[in-house]
C-alpha cells in the first residue's frame, strides 16, 4: 500500500470514528432530554395531586373531627412529597431524588388510603357532592401520574441501554452521562390498600 492510500485510508477511518462519536454523544443528549421531558408530565401530574389533597383534607375536616391525627398525617405526608418532587426536579433520574420520590409518594398514598378507609365509617361524608367530586378527580390524576410514570420510566430505560451498549458506552463515561434510576412504584401494601369510591 503506499503512503498515498495509507493516508486516505488514516483520514476515512478518522472520519469513521469522529461521526460514531458524534451520533453516540447526540444520541445520549437525545434520549437524556426524552427522559426529563417525561419527567415534566409526572411533575405536571403530582402538583396536581398535591392541590387536591387540600380539598379533600378541607373537606373530610368538617365530618370526621374526631380524626384530627389522620387529617394531619395527610397533609405531612403531602407537605413531604412536594419536597421530595422540588429535589426530583432539579435532576430527573437521579437515584437518591428518585428513591425518596418514591419513598415520599409511597408514604402519601398509604396516609391517603387511611383516610379514604376512615371515613367509610362517616355516612355523611361518603354522601356528601364536593368529596365525591374531589375523590373522582384524585383518582382521574392517580391514573394520569401512573401513565407518566410509565412513560418515564420507558424513557429512562431506553437512555440506560444506550449508555451501557458499546460504543455509547465509552462516550457516555467519557462526557459524564451517568445511569438514571426510575421512578419506583408504590409499594404491594399500599398499592393493594382498599380503595371506597364515593
Known amino acids: 500500500m503506499s503512503i498515498i492510500g495509507l ?3 488514516s483520514v476515512a477511518v478518522a472520519a469513521i ?3 460514531i462519536i458524534i451520533n453516540s454523544y447526540n444520541d445520549l443528549v437525545k434520549y437524556r ?3 426529563k421531558n417525561a419527567y415534566s408530565q409526572i411533575d405536571v401530574q403530582l402538583q396536581r395531586r398535591y392541590d387536591l389533597i387540600p ?3 378541607e373537606t373530610a375536616k368538617g365530618y370526621m373531627k374526631h380524626e384530627r391525627e389522620t387529617l394531619e398525617a395527610v397533609i405531612a405526608a403531602r407537605n413531604s412529597a412536594i419536597n421530595a418532587s422540588s429535589r426530583a426536579v432539579q435532576n430527573p433520574g437521579n437515584p437518591q431524588a428518585m ?3 418514591g419513598n415520599a409518594e409511597a408514604a402519601l398514598t398509604g396516609a ?3 383516610l379514604i378507609v376512615l371515613s367509610e365509617s362517616y355516612p355523611d361524608l361518603k354522601a356528601d357532592r364536593a368529596m365525591s367530586q374531589v375523590m373522582e378527580e384524585l383518582s382521574s390524576t392517580e391514573n394520569r401520574i401512573a401513565f407518566a410514570r410509565q412513560a418515564f ?3 429512562i430505560t431506553l437512555y440506560n441501554t444506550k449508555s451501557e451498549s458499546f460504543p455509547s458506552n465509552l462516550i ?3 462526557f459524564n452521562f451517568t445511569l438514571a434510576e426510575l421512578l419506583p412504584e408504590a409499594a404491594p401494601e399500599v398499592k393493594n390498600a382498599p380503595r371506597v369510591s364515593f
Open 33 to 35: 432530554n426524552r427522559y
Open 153 to 155: 420510566n420507558d424513557a
Open 7 to 9: 493516508l486516505i485510508f
Open 55 to 57: 380539598n379533600l383534607v
Open 172 to 174: 457516555a463515561n467519557s
Open 17 to 19: 470514528v469522529t461521526v
Open 99 to 101: 428513591q425518596q420520590l
Open 112 to 114: 391517603l388510603s387511611r
